[in-house]
């Protein structure tokens, strides 16, 4: 079964701490994305990227970056974790032409 | 903007009774439709998709309609069952990488 696997479920992490949230495909897929969802909002496009080493900003990038050194993992790092960071994150990626698959999402409260 | 809206937050039907969730979106370049479930504390679950060429597609309990003149799309989920309680969302690709997903209906299914 193909699947996106998201590392952590649940994550508690202090304001200023570095996160790492990781993200990794079976799929082979070249575009793989991170979103955060907030209620009321919906999802929140943040990162994607269409191939290896390739980044590109989504709707809301501030306060995030991303890395992609193997196609099959892209994360997602929170150079210094702020209390407004806590929400749910998922990762998706997807093949030209078709729909995302995401992953179950973790999420992150920061305290 | 580009947007991608729903016209109910919150659809409570009787179990066994037809189910239909509606979905505006606004770019008419889009061409490509999804239709995603999101059970409490998971990630979003590809339901069905649809594309632009088509107006209509059948799946397992679902259809989804799609009317371009309108710019609006629908999922009908036939017999209702308690497991299709969620959260559901539609999502369009205005041609890029990325897609535009609404913020959901909730669909609460009564015993």
């Known amino acids: 079964d193909v699947k996106v696997t998201q590392s952590s479920r649940y994550l508690v992490k202090r304001t200023g701490e570095k996160v790492f949230l990781e993200c990794v495909q079976d799929?082979?897929?070249?575009?793989m994305f991170w979103y955060r969802q907030d209620p009321g909002l919906g999802l929140r496009l943040i990162y994607f990227s269409y191939d290896v080493k390739m980044k590109e900003k989504g709707d809301i990038p501030e306060g995030y970056s991303v890395s992609r050194e193997k196609k099959e993992r892209f994360s997602l790092i929170l150079e210094s974790a702020s209390t407004n960071q806590t929400s749910m994150y998922l990762c998706?990626?997807?093949?030209?032409?078709?729909?995302?698959?995401f992953g179950s999402g973790t999420r992150l409260t920061v305290v | 903007g580009e947007s991608v809206g729903l016209h109910l937050p919150t659809l409570s039907v009787q179990e066994g009774d037809n189910s239909i969730i509606n979905c505006a979106y606004s770019n008419s370049a889009s061409d490509y439709f999804i239709w995603y479930k999101q059970e409490s504390g998971k990630g979003p679950q590809f339901i069905i998709d649809?594309?632009?060429?088509?107006d209509k597609r059948q799946g397992q309990r679902v259809t989804v309609l799609l009317n371009k003149t309108v710019k609006h799309l629908s999922l009908q989920i036939a017999a209702t069952q308690p497991g299709d309680s969620a959260v559901y969302f539609c999502a369009d690709r205005p041609g890029t990488y990325k897609y535009i997903f609404g913020t959901g209906t909730r669909l609460k299914v009564l015993a």
């Open positions: 799929m082979d897929h070249e575009n």
């Open positions: 998706a990626s997807s093949s030209e032409g078709y729909g995302y698959t």
């Open positions: 649809i594309r632009s060429n088509m």
